[in-house]
């Protein structure tokens, strides 16, 4: 199976040596993030707090961020993706506790989808950025970067998906990220897993704990490297329990106990 899963807004820019025999690579898409990160350069301060509904601090780190991004970068401005993001998904995934093996098999069946980079394999080498998604960055392609990526992301999956031998993706990606990839152009049977909270009577998504889960479903499928489907109801990660009842074929359902939400 391929899992695909979102960015994150946070960073962590420590440096990270990657275990022996682990090379970091280079995004398959770097020249069109070249080409992003040169529209939103002529972009003030004030326009990047705007298209991204930020505060000036956040705005003027990201107004630097794109003035010294560079399409021949300093490999020590450099720093892995999947170690590199730092939101409630990468949480759950654990990347950095990951075994060399584990992390091998990810970099063939793992892809992170990204406003500047496209699409992104866990040891792609990343410059520090912030660009989501639904932003509307206006482009030769288009008014947003749903228009500026089109096709090349399903494509890109497709690709990815027929090297590592499989016709399923597992989505665990957010709506904003799964909606830049063309459904029409996706060859692929699609899974997306839901984790519902239980009060009393009620199920309901929690965002920062779906969010969570579905970095840990990422992580549980690389561990166990799995193949088959069927086998994603046995993830129990975070005290989750698939729900045969609730659940269908392309969307398995997975329930807990309601836990005290983050403040």
Known sequence: MLTVISPAKRLDENRRTLPAGLPATTPAFLADAAKLARIARALSVDDLRALMDISEPLARLNHDRFRTFKAKPDPAALHPAAFCFDGDTYAGLEAKTLDPDALRW??????????????????????????????????????????????????????????????????????EYFHAVDRKALKLRILTPTFLEVKG????????????????????????????????????????????DRSTPENPVFLREAQAEAA
Not at 112 to 120: A, M, Q, R
Not at 121 to 145: C, F, H, T
């Open 106 to 175: 990810a970099q063939d069946h793992l892809r992170i989808l990204s406003g500047l980079y496209g699409l992104l394999r866990p040891l792609d080498e990343i410059q520090p950025y912030r660009l989501e998604m639904g932003s509307k960055l206006a482009n030769p392609k288009g008014p947003d970067l749903y228009a500026f990526w089109g096709k090349k992301l399903a494509k890109a999956l497709n690709e990815a998906a027929a090297a590592a031998g499989t016709e399923t993706l597992v989505n665990c990606a957010s709506n």
């Open 201 to 244: 009577t009620e199920a309901k998504i929690v965002s920062f704990f779906a969010k969570r889960a579905r970095g840990a479903m990422a992580r549980f499928i690389a561990e166990h490297r799995l193949t088959d489907p069927a086998d994603l109801s046995g993830f129990t990660i975070g005290g989750y329990a698939y729900d045969p």
